[in-house]
């Protein structure tokens, strides 16, 4: 297994172009709408028809196989994907699941993820603090080649800027190349009580760029589409 990591720094990033919805005093009307989920199991969401039109397409350089040259695209892809789930999860905005993930129990995952974690918020009167933008500290990526054509594992410490104050935390990815379109194959932020680590389980090693592929182990999460 050939494997190449290189370490980059980007402090100060502030990723543009992300739509952010404002809130009523209370958010009752601004349910974040995750697109790219298949309506028979979204009960509390609804997807947006309109989210995708300006979605970008993420493409690697090579068609049939990753490169190093596909670092900069994961990782743009990345920070998109954190700072419109961000938005999601705070400010009620909108995300398009499509645009970064192709596997439908990965997708199914992160609507109840999201929705979790912004009905959490309002029961707690905490979304009136929305998510300005967020900043990327010193990141890593490192191409493992497997049996598929390999894939990229990215770690990406971020810090969330809101209207009063900051947090950080940091988050794993790992994304392959599909049909020449660079996806998100498996996405886990182990912060102490953050939502994968109650549901995931803490100290995971993400490593397994076919997990949700896996069905048996997707079911001992329970159900991922109530």
């Known amino acids: ?18 739509s952010q919805d404002q809130t009523n005093g209370n958010n009752e009307h601004n349910t974040p709408v995750v697109s790219g989920v298949d309506r028979a199991i979204n009960t509390e969401i ?4 309109d989210v995708s039109q300006d979605s970008p397409v993420y493409a690697a350089k090579n068609e049939s196989e ?13 920070v998109r994907a954190l700072t419109e789930y961000y938005k999601a999860v705070w ?28 009905d959490a918020y309002i029961k707690n009167n905490l979304t009136d603090n929305l998510v ?34 900051s947090y950080g935390e940091g988050t794993e990815f790992l994304v392959r190349n599909l049909n020449g379109k660079l996806v998100i194959v498996d996405w886990y932020t182990g912060a102490k009580d953050s939502y994968d680590f109650m549901v995931r389980g803490e100290n995971q090693t993400i490593d397994n760029p076919n997990v949700w ?10 159900s991922i589409t109530d």
């Open 91 to 118: 400010n009620g905005s909108d995300i398009d699941l499509d645009t970064f993930i192709d596997n439908d129990h990965l997708k199914q995952y992160t609507q109840k993820k999201i929705q979790s974690q912004y």
């Open 66 to 78: 990753l490169s190093d040259q596909d670092f900069e695209t994961a990782y743009e892809m990345c």
């Open 132 to 165: 300005q933008d967020i900043d990327i500290g010193a990141w890593e990526v490192e191409h493992i080649e497997d049996l598929d054509g390999g894939f990229l594992y990215l770690k990406l410490p971020v810090q969330i800027n809101q209207t009063v104050g």
């Open 1 to 18: 297994m050939t494997r190449l990591i290189m370490l980059f720094i980007a402090l100060g990033l502030v990723l543009v172009g992300c």
């Open 46 to 49: 609804t997807p947006s028809t």
């Open 213 to 222: 592929n896996d069905s048996e182990w997707v079911k001992k999460l329970g």
